[in-house]
């Protein structure tokens, strides 16, 4: 705390005064002289005073100073810490950015690296696709050929697609003559085993009902009409059966002579039976439709 002017060179004064008291051994002057003795005393109390003043102002204009250039002092090193935490606050954000891109890069060149190694398997997987139809395609070029042969030698088919077309109607012509064929059968059958029963049915009826004769005989002649129906229907189903089966025989000719032709052209001996209509009829229809769709992708084959 700042101590007032008047108050520190009263308490100066009354010190100075205090240590000037005379010692009571002292020998007494006369009063003239004891008051210029005083005067002189307080002119050197007011000359200790005044340098004392002047030393006190010094020191206080030196503090002042001080003071002042440690508040300069002082806000210099605020300026400064703020500096410094605002360039510690830029370098943590410029670090976090840059860590940031470089993570970004190192992220897209993984992917970009991850995506070249993708599309160069790809790119060697379609290398060895198209080989393999090269390959392919120069393998089955006397197919063609013999694609060409088969339509000048059926001349009521001008495409491939419809001599394929005309196998699977044979086919499909083939296994409906059979399923025909086996329901005729079936009915063939059942119309015994009824016949058989009735007939069962009629013996076991006159050995232990005689008085039911009529109505036995009744239904034997019911019996006899259904048989004589049937006889007729059998006669007329086995006539449209020997029709069927002869055309059977020239589709599975035609077949047989297709799958040969087949053969022939791919130099293999045939695996399949004489019998096995529906197999040859299978691999003439597979090599028609290879056949067919290497034809269809020559073009798009070619580099």
């Not at 491939?160 to 086919?171: C, I, Q, T, W």
Request: with cysteine; hydrophobic share 40%.
């Amino acid at each position: 705390m700042a101590v007032p002017w008047e108050e520190y060179f009263r308490l100066a004064l009354q010190e100075k005064l205090l240590r000037k008291l005379p010692e009571p051994n002292v020998p007494q002057f006369p009063p003239v002289l004891r008051l210029l003795q005083k005067k002189q005393e307080l002119v050197d109390a007011e000359r200790g005073l005044q340098a004392q003043k002047e030393v006190f102002q010094a020191r206080m204009a030196a503090l002042r100073q001080r003071w002042e250039q440690l508040e300069q002092k002082q806000q210099e090193l605020k300026g400064s810490f703020a500096r410094f935490d605002k360039f510690l606050q830029d370098s943590a954000a410029r670090r976090g950015r840059t860590l940031s891109r470089a993570a970004a890069e190192r992220h897209r060149a993984e992917r970009q690296e991850a995506e070249a190694k993708r599309l160069c398997a790809q790119l060697e997987e379609l290398r060895r696709v198209r080989a393999r139809l090269q390959r392919r395609l120069e393998r089955l070029a006397p197919c063609a050929r013999l694609l060409g042969q088969v339509l000048e030698l059926l001349p009521e088919f001008q495409e491939v697609p419809e001599l394929v077309a005309h196998f699977d109607s044979l086919a499909d012509t083939l296994v409906a003559l059979r399923r025909t064929e086996q329901d005729q059968r079936t009915e063939m059958e059942a119309a015994r085993a009824r016949l058989q029963r009735l007939r069962n049915t009629w013996q076991d009826e006159v050995l232990q009902r005689g008085q039911e004769r009529w109505q036995l005989q009744e239904r034997l002649e019911e019996a006899r009409e259904r048989t004589l129906h049937w006889e007729s229907k059998w006669i007329q189903i086995q006539n449209t059966a020997a029709e069927k089966t002869l055309l059977l025989g020239r589709s599975r000719m035609a077949a047989l002579n297709l799958f040969q032709v087949v053969c022939q052209h791919l130099r293999q001996p045939p695996a399949l039976a004489l019998e096995d209509t529906e197999g040859q009829l299978e691999q003439v229809k597979l090599f028609f439709l290879d056949l067919s769709s290497m034809m269809a992708r020559l073009p798009q084959a070619e580099p």
